[in-house]
């Protein structure tokens, strides 16, 4: 597949396509702020952007797409920001995630969902249920998510196995901990990317990112769209994946 970058076309591999992209979708703010715009205006237009991303990547062919909805630390922001990032929860979960089911499309969670309100932990139960035998591609949602926790709460899991003797220490290995943690039984990411500028992973998927290539966008995660995600693939096909095998 070509597409303009810059001055010349460039081809995509569609036979290397990265299996699992995590997207950290920065900068809705910013871009409210820049058109003078509550900053739930900017959540909403990134809602629309992430409507658009999972168009673009089921269309490409890409398995696994994974973004980061709302962390743990998300809930410091002023009580209206909060509700307002709930209220569009809701929404796309009545509308939009519907749409994406009629599109064989599987959604699911990861995060402790506890915390929100039991309208959207119904509604999200719902949405995981009615998509589980979807194979189109699966979406992967960060609800209240935070690596740190993610491996607290994976760490709990595996002591209480312990406590009551169904594992005992020398047995536990990586892949006890990888069969603890909420994304349990999916490819970790091979591209990592983030809008807006930064250049930080934001306490995002800390154990599955160890070897994925991280791709920087200055774009604001609204007016990220298919030419934003085709240069990030670009990026990630041209890039020489080593392990730390040398």
């Known amino acids: 597949m070509f597409f303009q970058k810059k001055e010349k076309a460039v081809s995509i591999d569609m036979t290397r396509l990265p299996k ?23 959540h909403k237009a990134g809602a629309e952007a992430f409507e658009r991303l999972i168009t673009d990547a089921k269309d490409l062919g890409i398995q696994h797409i994974t973004v980061y909805a709302f962390s743990t630390e998300n809930w410091k922001r002023s009580d209206e920001e909060v509700n307002a990032i709930m209220d569009l929860m ?3 979960l009545k509308n939009s995630f519907q749409r ?33 035998e979807k194979d189109g591609m699966t ?34 290995t990586e892949e006890t901990i990888e069969e603890n943690l909420d994304t349990a039984g999916i490819p970790d990411p091979e591209l990592l ?6 250049e930080r992973i934001s306490n995002f998927l800390l154990w599955q990112i160890a070897y994925s290539e991280f791709y920087f966008s200055d774009v604001l995660w609204p007016d990220f769209n298919k030419k934003d995600l085709l240069e990030a693939i670009y990026y990630y096909q041209n890039r020489e994946r080593r392990f730390g095998g040398r």
Request: net charge positive.
């Open 20 to 42: 699992h992209i995590a997207i950290i979708m920065d900068g809705n703010g910013r871009w409210a702020a820049k058109r003078a715009l509550p900053r739930k205006a900017g």
């Open 90 to 92: 809701r929404h796309y």
């Open 100 to 132: 994406f089911l009629k599109d064989n499309v599987r959604m699911h969670i990861i995060g402790d969902i506890s915390r929100l309100d039991k309208d959207i932990q119904e509604q999200i139960q719902e949405v995981e249920e009615k998509s589980r």
């Open 139 to 172: 979406v992967h949602i960060a609800l209240n998510y935070g690596g740190r926790d993610e491996l607290l709460r994976s760490v709990q899991k595996i002591t209480e196995k312990a406590l009551n003797g169904q594992i005992s220490l020398p047995d536990i």
């Open 193 to 198: 990317i983030r809008t807006s500028g930064e």
